[in-house]
């Protein structure tokens, strides 16, 4: 059983990590942001997030897992095998925002069809991480 769950702040290369490990050890990569927002970018609702992301864990005895949510962090630090944390400075993790933003036209890496959020809101999450 391999399960690694990856977290730090967005834009310090949660995704591309998790993108990498899971090909170097034949796993699944469980991209939380495409259970927690719909394709425009909507916030799904929590349960429905939640038992989602529950089901996935839960089901699959391996798997690498990028993403934060304090609503589902519990579990997945208790399955988790492998804890990465990504603790980059902030002024890395917003130029790897905006980067991304640039290189995929706010889109997500992980699939395409959902929209990557960048707002104020976005914004001040990064500067404000380690609080």
């Not at 130029?95 to 706010?106: F, I, K, M, S, T």
């Not at 990064?126 to 609080?131: I, S």
């Amino acid at each position: 059983m391999t399960r690694v769950a990856v977290v730090g702040n967005g834009g310090s290369g949660k995704t591309w990590l998790a993108l990498r490990l899971a090909a170097a050890l034949c796993v699944p990569v469980i991209h939380l942001d495409l259970y927690r927002y719909d394709s425009y970018g909507t916030i799904r609702p929590q349960a429905a997030f939640r038992d989602e992301v529950h089901s996935r864990l839960i089901d699959s005895p391996d798997w690498v897992a990028d993403g934060n949510y304090l609503g589902t962090m519990d579990e997945r630090l208790a399955l988790a095998d492998v804890v990465v944390l990504l603790d980059l400075p902030v002024v890395v993790c917003l130029a790897g925002v905006l980067g991304r933003q640039v290189r995929h036209r706010g889109r997500r890496v992980e699939d395409a069809s959902h929209a990557d959020r960048f707002n104020g809101g976005f914004a001040y999450y990064v500067l404000t991480f380690r609080r």
